[in-house]
């Protein structure tokens, strides 16, 4: 499967954004589907998963309540709906895939496809 990440930009602390990964492929609702981030000289890290078979939601604490991931498998598009910004969410974010685990994945050994990274800027 590829992987085609999108809607980054630049936004003020307390705005929102809203990131697309695009799949290419069949078979996408059989991927569990995870966002990353990575700041600069820093690791990467989990963000947000959500599994393939009942669509179960996970976050990292430092997004629980601001941050929502969620798919359309008729799409074959996930979202990252990402609310009151804050300036230490500044990264670019990665879309990744791993197939059929129904596992919740938290590194980034655990899946096997990579989007290209889409930059988030918080900043006023």
């Known amino acids: 499967v590829q992987l085609q990440a999108s809607g980054g930009g630049f936004v003020q602390p307390g705005g929102s954004l809203r990131l697309s990964c695009a799949a290419s492929?069949?078979?996408?609702?059989?991927?569990?589907m995870g966002w990353f981030r990575q700041a600069p000289g820093k690791e990467r890290e989990f963000v947000a998963g959500?599994?393939?078979?009942?669509?179960?939601?996970y976050y990292a604490d430092s997004v629980k309540g601001r941050f929502t991931i969620s798919r359309d498998n008729a799409k074959n598009t996930v979202y990252l709906q990402m609310n009151s910004l804050k300036p230490e969410d500044t990264a670019v974010y990665y879309c990744a895939a791993a197939y059929s685990t129904d596992r919740y994945l938290l590194v980034p050994r655990d899946y096997d496809y990579w989007g290209q990274g889409t930059e988030v800027t918080v900043s006023s």
């Open positions: 959500i599994t393939w078979n009942r669509g179960i939601t």
């Open positions: 492929g069949r078979s996408f609702s059989r991927y569990d």
